[in-house]
Each structure stands twice: as C-alpha cells, then as structure tokens.
C-alpha cells in the first residue's frame, strides 16, 4: 500500500478513536458542568439531583461503548485497506477478474471474463463514500459493464462474446449496479426482460430465443428447457422496484419460498442458504421492494440460529452475506457486532479477505476481489448504521 496512504488511514483511525473516548470523556464530566451552572438549592436536593443525572449520564456512556461505536476506527480503516486491494486489482479494461474451477478449492483455476461479478463489485462500492479513488474504480466498472451490453439493454454473464445466451440475472444485476451508482440507463432491456414469464408470472431465467443460441453449446438444451429459480426472480424484482415498478406474483412466491425455509436447499445456480438471503434482503433494503417486508424477520431468525460461538457463519464469504442480510432484515443488536469484528479479524494484512469458491451449476466462481467486495459492503452498511445510531443517540444530549 503507497506510504500517503498507509498515513491517511492513520489519520482517520486516531481521528475516529479521539472522537470516541472524547464522546465517553463528554458523557461522564457532563453531570460535573451541569452542576458549577445550577441555582442553589437545598442539599439534599442537589445531591439527589445530581446523582441521578450522572446515573443516566453513565447509563449512555456504557451503552456507547458496549455497543461497538468504538469499533468504527478499525472499520474504516480496513475500508480504506478494502478499496487499496480492489483498485490495485481492477483490470484496465474495468473488470475485477474472477476465476473458475472444478474445485471447491479453486484448484487448477482459470480466468475467463465476467460481467456479473464485476456489476457485484459495484453494487458494493456504492456504499463507500465518495472519493476520486473510488469514483475512477466506478467509472472504470462502468465503461466495462457498458462496453459488454447487447441490445435491447441486456447482458451475458462471460460477455458479450459468449456462445451463453443473455439471462435475467444478469440483466437485472447490472441494470440495478448502474442505477445505484447514478448512471442513466435505458429501461428496455427490463421491458424486454417482461417476455421471459411463465404462466403464474414468475421469471424464467435465460433469454433463449434462437438468435441468442448456439447449438453447439454443452448447455444447449438447459437454455432452450430453461427454467424458474428464486434467486433470479428475487434479482429482477430488485431491478423492477429500483425503476418503480411491481411485480407482486414475485413478491408472492419469494414471500411463500422463504417462510417454508427452502433457501436451505440448493438452487440450481446459488447452491448456499446465505447468499440466497443476501438477495432477497437486497431486493427488501436495497431495492425498496417493501412486498418482501414479511420475509425479513424469517430471514432474521435463520441467521441469528446459525451463527457460530466466533460471530461467522462459517467462511469469510458466508459470513459478510449473512452480516448484510442481517442489517437488511433490519436488526442492529449484539450478533452483529461479533459478525463485523470476524470480518476485521479475517481481513489479511494486505487488506484482502481470500478467495472462496462459490459454486453455481458444477463450476466454483471467486477470486479476492470478489470476496473482498463483500466484506467491503457489510463494513461500509455497519458504518453507515451505526453513524446513524450516532445521530440518533448523541445528537439529542449535545443540543440539550
């Protein structure tokens, strides 16, 4: 990491520290500069009067600490550690490369060019705050995503160079990355998306019109048979509702498939429980797709009943997708701050998490920077909560 920096994180780290034990400093001598202010008044009284307002005082004290506000300087700077390994990763044509293997290991690894990783990536950085670093990153992502786009406004998931057909997915990823990130982007390839239904109103998954299709392709007949997977019908409804629109028979079937717990089983193409919640929350949080809100403390429960005694739920990737569902159904309490401080403890001192395979069909997807991504993502949403729960919290006592 370049000198310049290694000091600014420093910086924001001791800034961020003084701000915290300065705040608890505030909190306990506050009672002492209330009372050189007050008129006289009989002693019993004054005592009383004071000893309950330093109570209260200690009472706010200990719940700031106890509650990990002094955490927020080891987030940030592995924020800034985060966003040093995403920018020292990114390729110069924008993408952030992703590997397949066989493997769960990622064993005998290969590079092929992908699209939605990168619009993964994306999403990511859009809750990181603003600065020229990380808008060339986006820019960068950007003009690599759109450089990848087919009329009428859709994608492949290898490009656009692929003999694999656009899907739903990956149109409604990339479309949702670009609206987060404040890119105008044309509303067609979603309309176009709307031919792909089935009778009950549920999305397929592959655009497999014979002109997008290469019969020589091993997954020829998977395309032309296609198919209905909650994951993708979760990710068009988020696209949907960032763009304003509905899609209550999603709604419906999302709302039903969660409270009968069958995320704990394997689609076809997201094998995980956890990455499945990741996307429902996102469609719920993210994407305003407030349809979804019944599903949330389902969501909630499940991750509360399966985290492990070390705050994760098993790997690292696992673990920031179930730490950002876990702020997208809404909770703020005690489990997640375990979470967050195993994502600080994992992060590696070059400020990368490692690569995990994440199995879709029989390929294992990963590579650094996509696991870094979402670790990257649950850190910025903690700091974000809980600068509002600063906002909340202290703000009323310093104007009082």
Same mark, same amino acid.
């Given at each position: 990491?370049?000198?310049?920096?290694?000091?600014?994180?420093?910086?924001?780290? #001791?800034?961020?520290?003084?701000?915290?034990?300065?705040?608890?400093?505030?909190?306990?001598?506050?009672?002492?500069? +209330?009372?050189?202010?007050?008129?006289?008044?009989?002693?019993?009284?004054?005592?009383?009067?004071?000893?309950?307002?330093?109570?209260?005082?200690?009472?706010?004290?200990?719940?700031?600490?106890?509650?990990?506000?002094?955490?927020?300087?080891? %987030?940030?700077?592995?924020?800034?550690?985060? %966003?040093?390994?995403?920018?020292?990763?990114?390729?110069?044509?924008?993408?952030?490369?992703?590997?397949?293997?066989? @493997?769960?290991?990622?064993?005998?690894?290969?590079?092929?060019?992908?699209?939605?990783?990168?619009?993964? $990536?994306?999403?990511?950085?859009?809750?990181?705050?603003?600065?020229?670093? $990380?808008?060339? +990153?986006?820019?960068?992502? %950007? $003009?690599?995503?759109?450089?990848?786009?087919?009329?009428?406004?859709?994608?492949?998931?290898?490009?656009?160079?692929?003999?694999?057909?656009?899907? =739903?997915?990956?149109?409604?990823?990339?479309?949702?990355?670009?609206?987060?990130?404040?890119?105008?982007?044309?509303?067609?390839?979603?309309?176009?998306?709307?031919?792909?239904?089935?009778?009950?109103?549920? #999305?397929?998954?592959?655009?497999?019109?014979?002109?997008? +299709?290469?019969?020589?392709?091993?997954?020829?007949?998977?395309?032309?048979?296609?198919?209905?997977?909650?994951?993708?019908?979760?990710?068009?409804?988020?696209?949907?509702?960032?763009?304003?629109?509905?899609?209550?028979?999603?709604?419906?079937?999302?709302? @039903?498939?969660?409270?009968?717990?069958?995320?704990?089983?394997?689609?076809?193409?997201?094998?995980?429980?956890?990455?499945?919640?990741?996307? #429902?929350?996102?469609?719920?949080?993210?994407?305003?797709?407030?349809?979804?809100?019944?599903?949330?403390? $389902?969501?909630?429960?499940?991750?509360?009943?399966?985290?492990?005694?070390?705050?994760?739920?098993?790997?690292?990737?696992?673990?920031?997708?179930?730490?950002?569902?876990?702020?997208?159904?809404?909770?703020?309490?005690?489990?997640?701050?375990?979470?967050?401080?195993?994502?600080?403890?994992?992060?590696?001192?070059?400020?990368?998490?490692?690569?995990?395979?994440?199995?879709?069909?029989?390929?294992?997807?990963?590579?650094?920077?996509?696991?870094?991504?979402?670790?990257?993502?649950? =850190?910025?949403?903690?700091?974000?909560?809980?600068?509002?729960?600063?906002?909340?919290?202290?703000?009323?006592?310093?104007?009082?």
């Amino acid at each position: 990491m370049p000198k310049e920096k290694i000091t600014n994180s420093k910086r924001i780290v #001791f800034r961020k520290s003084a701000n915290c034990w300065a705040m608890l400093i505030l909190l306990l001598g506050f009672s002492a500069s +209330m009372a050189a202010g007050m008129p006289e008044t009989p002693a019993s009284q004054a005592s009383s009067g004071m000893q309950l307002l330093h109570d209260k005082m200690a009472e706010k004290a200990e719940k700031w600490h106890s509650g990990n506000y002094c955490l927020s300087g080891d %987030v940030d700077t592995a924020i800034e550690k985060a %966003v040093s390994v995403l920018k020292e990763g990114q390729l110069p044509s924008g993408e952030f490369p992703t590997y397949v293997s066989l @493997s769960p290991d990622m064993a005998d690894k290969i590079y092929l060019p992908q699209v939605f990783s990168s619009a993964i $990536v994306l999403h990511s950085l859009s809750f990181v705050e603003s600065d020229p670093e $990380v808008n060339e +990153m986006r820019n960068k992502t %950007v $003009v690599y995503i759109l450089a990848n786009k087919e009329e009428p406004g859709v994608w492949r998931f290898y490009g656009k160079y692929s003999s694999m057909p656009p899907d =739903l997915d990956d149109a409604s990823v990339v479309f949702a990355s670009l609206k987060e990130t404040g890119i105008p982007v044309e509303e067609s390839g979603l309309e176009y998306a709307l031919n792909y239904k089935n009778q009950e109103g549920l #999305f397929y998954t592959w655009m497999n019109e014979e002109k997008w +299709m290469n019969e020589s392709d091993p997954f020829y007949l998977l395309y032309k048979n296609n198919d209905v997977d909650p994951v993708v019908n979760a990710n068009m409804l988020y696209a949907l509702s960032l763009a304003g629109e509905q899609a209550p028979e999603v709604s419906d079937y999302l709302n @039903s498939y969660i409270e009968n717990n069958s995320f704990t089983e394997a689609t076809m193409y997201y094998h995980i429980p956890y990455i499945q919640l990741y996307t #429902f929350s996102r469609a719920y949080a993210d994407g305003q797709a407030e349809d979804l809100k019944p599903s949330m403390p $389902v969501i909630k429960n499940y991750l509360l009943s399966t985290q492990k005694p070390d705050g994760s739920w098993g790997d690292e990737i696992n673990t920031s997708m179930a730490a950002i569902s876990l702020m997208n159904s809404g909770y703020k309490g005690k489990a997640l701050d375990r979470a967050i401080t195993r994502i600080l403890d994992t992060q590696r001192s070059d400020g990368s998490w490692p690569e995990i395979g994440v199995q879709s069909l029989t390929f294992y997807y990963g590579s650094e920077e996509f696991t870094t991504a979402f670790s990257l993502e649950a =850190l910025s949403k903690y700091n974000e909560l809980h600068n509002r729960k600063w906002q909340k919290t202290m703000r009323p006592l310093l104007n009082n």
